[in-house]
């Protein structure tokens, strides 16, 4: 990309091409089929850890990406400008989190060092290379996390491009309605023992029914019973 740029950059001042560059953050969105955001992962609970749970990134919507090209090339003031394009920022952790409050899903607390994954990752990238599937752990991903934090501002275009940056809470939610089918990794059935006394726990805990006006307006405590609650609270909503 660097190397594209500085060749596209002479011919717009040796051979006065008209020339926009637009610079985008990580680009999230509802309609992406690829594995990039590891949305569909973290969602089936497939993720058992966090690399880089402290890096930050700028986020932008697929939509305001969108717009921000089509504008740079349609107006003439921006011929020889660069622009960075996002706004949304939030942490590796604080993303997926999000990600698992909308899903109903828990997340990742342990944080593995890239230092540590980085000899993985290359071993994974050798054999993707045979067997043509993508590697569990990319390795460009755990460069990437390494090099720090990626901070957008991207006020000129908002100011010059007219962008209007969505919330990354409302970036995700279609993104991750949009999952499909996960398959259970356990099926229990409804009457079963109840667990053993050393296996209790005293603390309450919020029992998340997946219906989510139920667990919006009226949330239950584990271990209550609450049969006899929900089909008039479905009804009166």
Do not use: C
């Not at 899903?105 to 990752?121: C, G, R, T, W």
């Not at 990319?138 to 491009?161: C, N, R």
């Not at 919330?167 to 279609?174: A, F, M, T």
């Not at 296996?199 to 139920?214: H, P």
């Amino acid at each position: 990309k660097y190397l594209g740029d500085n060749a596209a950059w002479e011919l717009h001042q040796q051979a006065d091409l008209p020339l926009s560059i637009v610079y985008l953050a990580a680009v999230i969105g509802a309609g992406d089929d690829k594995a990039t955001m590891e949305v569909r992962r973290a969602v089936e609970g497939n993720m058992p850890a966090l690399v880089g749970a402290d890096t930050t990134y700028t986020y932008v919507y697929l939509g305001d990406a969108v717009e921000a090209i089509a504008q740079a090339a349609m107006r003439e003031e921006t011929i020889g400008e660069r622009y960075l394009v996002g706004a949304e920022r939030a942490t590796t952790r604080e993303y997926f989190n999000l990600i698992g409050d909308l899903a109903g899903v828990s997340m990742p607390d342990l944080n593995i060092p890239e230092s540590i994954l980085k000899p993985i990752a290359s071993l994974m990238e050798l054999a993707s290379r045979v067997t043509g599937v993508r590697p569990m752990l990319p390795i460009d991903v755990l460069k990437t996390t390494s090099a720090g934090s990626l901070l957008f501002d991207g006020s000129k275009a908002q100011k010059e491009l007219g962008i209007n940056y969505n919330e990354i809470v409302k970036i995700e939610n279609p993104f991750i309605d949009e999952r499909g089918e996960i398959k259970p990794t356990d099926n229990w059935p409804i009457h079963r023992s109840a667990p053993e006394f050393n296996d209790q726990s005293t603390e309450t805990e919020v029992l998340v029914t997946g219906i989510k006006v139920i667990d919006l307006l009226a949330p239950y405590a584990k271990a209550v019973s609450y049969t006899h609650l929900t089909l008039p609270t479905i009804y009166s909503v």
